[in-house]
Structure formats: structure tokens, C-alpha cells
């Protein structure tokens, strides 16, 4: 395979979402119109009356965005044209080289938002990733009927990692609040007319959070062209805790302690053990 071909499944979104899902939003959670009800029909014979569906209620928050700093209310794009106000925001956190190097520069939103909300799931769809492949190919140690997880992987993803830890979470939070309303909507848009992202992204992270230490060599299949994890209570997690045991250790770590940074600033509390 070429170099940014992979032979494991769902390469790097789990880093997108401590990395990028952070600069997708913004501080008022986006409210859904209501129609006004039709006026009165006039005295007289009325024909069976049909079943009007109410329209979509707000969503249900358990965890509201904090509020929008006094100098971060200036306009926002359409969400379809939002993508060069959304690098550039990046940019001033992140590095404009950085945001270059490795964002996927069309749909930045959309594709956030449909990584995190699969991250909980068992996939990660390829097209959708918000981050372009770190460069280099799969190694596993072994042959494909027994085989283990290079430790050589680890050293791959080592570069985007040090763009993570050096992130200074608040201000990408400041980036999140300020950029929420075209996130939501982008969430809604994901078919959770009654969704609220925020609420998803927490549940996400705290999925994320319960990923496993795996102590020794992580053993691997190839039944067909991707490796899997030849336990099937490794195998069977979230896609998300899936790839912080795919990144290694060192590298989990410190996408867990960013993770819960975030956590706490979105919520306004650590979280509880």
C-alpha cells in the first residue's frame, strides 16, 4: 500500500476530536423556529380532522456551552462557507503550518462533527476524518496468522501529539464557544433535529476517557485486509478507545490529560472518578 494507505481500520480521528472539535463551535445553542399556529377555521362543517405533526422541540441540555467571551461576538459565516474562518481560527491557535500539515481543509466542521459522533461507535467512516493520515505505513510484528502491534507505530504519531500537548485549551474552547451555532446546526444536519453537540461531545470524551491500558504486546488478526485486535473484548470497543490503544501509551496519555483539560472547561467541573 501507498504511504498514506493504512492496514488498520479508522486511522487518526480520535486526535482530531482533542485537537479540532474544540475550534467547531460556539457559545448559543442553535434554537429551531416555530411556526405560528394556523388562525381558527370558520363555523361550519369540519371534515375529519388530519394529525398535524408538532414541530421538533429544542433539545435537552445537560451541558450548556459556557458563555461567549464580551470580544467574540462578531458574525459568523454560513456553515457551508465557513471553512476559511474556521482554518484561520485554527491557524492562531494551532499554528498555520500545523493546520496546513494536517487539516483537511473542505467541510472542517461537518467532518468534526461526524467523527466525534462516531468515535462511541464501532466506526469511523474513512471519508468523513477531519485530519489527513500521519505519514508512513501499518507495521505489525509477526505474519497474518499471528501477529502483534509495532511499538515503531507509536513513533509516527509523535509529531501531531506534540501539536496537541502544546495547545493551550482555553483558547481553542474560546474558538468552540464562538463557532458553536454552525456546529449545532451541523449536528442537526447529521439527522438529531433534537440533538445538542455539546452534550455529545461529552459523552465522547468520557468514552474516550474509559479507553484501557493495555499491559504487553496488543495482539492482532488479518482475516481479511485490515489487521483487528485478536481479542474480541478489544475488538468489540468504541472506535475511539480502539485508536488511543492503536497510538500506544505515551501518546494515549497524553490525549487523555488534554481530553480531560477540555472536559473541565466545558463543563466547569473535573471529571468524577
Do not use: C
Not at 479540532?20 to 442553535?30: F, K, N
Not at 500521519?134 to 509529531?159: I, Q
Not at 474552547?173 to 451541523?186: E, K, N, R
Not at 494515549?252 to 473541565?264: F, G, P
Amino acid at each position: 500500500m501507498s504511504g498514506d494507505e493504512d492496514d488498520f481500520p479508522n486511522r487518526t480521528p480520535v486526535i482530531a476530536a482533542a485537537l479540532l472539535i474544540l475550534a467547531a463551535g460556539g457559545g448559543l445553542w442553535y434554537f429551531l423556529a416555530h411556526r405560528a399556529p394556523p388562525p381558527p377555521a370558520s363555523p361550519a362543517p369540519q371534515p375529519q380532522a388530519s394529525v398535524v405533526a408538532a414541530p421538533p422541540s429544542e433539545p435537552a441540555i445537560s451541558h450548556p456551552v459556557p458563555t461567549a467571551s464580551a470580544g467574540s461576538q462578531e458574525s459568523l459565516p454560513a456553515l457551508n462557507d465557513s471553512d476559511a474562518s474556521m482554518l484561520a481560527a485554527l491557524g492562531a491557535v494551532a499554528g498555520a503550518g500545523n493546520v496546513k500539515d494536517y487539516v483537511v481543509p473542505e467541510n472542517v466542521i461537518r467532518r468534526i462533527v461526524a467523527s466525534v459522533d462516531n468515535l462511541a461507535r464501532q466506526r469511523v467512516p474513512v471519508a468523513k476524518r477531519p485530519l489527513n493520515p500521519v505519514p508512513g505505513v501499518f507495521a505489525a510484528d509477526g505474519d497474518e496468522l499471528h501477529a502483534t502491534l509495532d511499538a515503531a507505530n507509536f513513533a509516527r504519531y509523535r509529531p501531531l501529539i506534540e501539536v496537541l500537548r502544546g495547545l493551550d485549551m482555553q483558547r481553542l474552547v474560546d474558538v468552540y464557544v464562538h463557532f458553536y451555532p454552525l456546529i449545532q446546526s451541523a449536528y442537526q444536519d447529521l439527522g438529531y433535529p433534537n440533538g445538542y453537540f455539546n452534550d455529545r461531545l461529552i459523552d465522547v470524551i468520557d468514552v474516550l476517557l474509559k479507553t484501557p491500558e493495555v499491559q504487553g504486546s496488543v495482539e492482532l488478526v488479518r482475516p481479511n485486509v485490515l489487521y483487528e485486535y485478536a481479542d474480541p473484548a478489544l475488538e468489540g470497543r468504541p472506535a475511539g478507545q480502539k485508536l488511543l490503544i492503536r497510538i500506544g501509551p505515551e501518546n494515549a496519555a497524553v490525549v487523555k490529560a488534554k481530553l480531560m483539560e477540555l472536559r473541565a472547561d466545558l463543563t466547569g467541573a473535573p471529571l468524577k472518578k
